[in-house]
């Protein structure tokens, strides 16, 4: 009782604290000039690779009113209307990765807002050059990691991981 531990190993109860610590999740998209510059697969492929569990995903042309909600602490900066009408372009692509400090270490992956911070090696530093075509989005707390993934997706289009009676073999 307490340490999260058995003599089998890791408790596996949901709520213990170890796996409630490696369900945080964290809401990314990949914005309209990210699609289209081909840069899906790319991006994906890092968040894999580092070993989050990929949750959700679906590509949506988001509306204005659904970009205003999850812009919404930007309302008064000056650019919000281009912002919104640049988010509004096209086709996003929407998604929820999940794992030990996805919210942060998530952020860590993008990069600075404007690329021209954004460190070689990060997705915004590696892909991009301006900081109004950024091209990904990527949540700032769990707190408002859980916002935006409850303004893009219902609870049903989030799959639940649970544990697998068969291992797949490749
Ligand atoms: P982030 O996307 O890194 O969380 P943010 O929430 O401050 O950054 O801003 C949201 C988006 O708004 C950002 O990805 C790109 C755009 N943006 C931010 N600052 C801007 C600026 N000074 N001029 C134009 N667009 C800006
Ligand atoms: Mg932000």
Redesign the pocket.
């Known amino acids: 009782m307490g340490s999260g531990l058995s003599a089998a190993g890791p408790v596996s109860s949901p709520f213990s604290p170890i796996m409630a610590d490696q369900k945080e999740r964290t809401f990314i998209a990949i914005k309209p000039d990210g699609v289209q510059r081909g840069l899906i697969g790319e991006i994906i492929k890092r968040f894999e690779q580092k070993g989050f569990k990929l949750v959700a995903m679906k590509m949506v042309h988001p509306c204005q009113d659904l970009l205003q909600q999850h812009?919404a602490d930007?309302k008064e900066k000056p650019?919000f209307p281009s912002?919104i009408e640049y988010m509004s372009s096209g086709p996003v692509v929407a998604m929820v990765w999940e794992g030990k400090g996805a919210v942060k270490t998530g952020r860590v992956m993008l990069g600075e807002?404007d690329p021209a911070n954004s460190k070689p090696g990060t997705i915004r530093g590696d892909f991009c050059i301006v900081?109004?075509r950024?091209i990904i989005?990527g949540s700032?707390s769990v707190e408002s990691a859980k916002k935006e993934i409850s303004l893009w997706f219902k609870d049903d289009e989030l799959v639940l991981y649970t544990p697998c009676a068969h291992a797949w073999l490749y």
Request: hydrophobic share 40%; glycine share 0%; aromatic share 20%.
């Open positions: 812009y930007l650019f912002l807002t900081v109004d950024n989005h700032d």
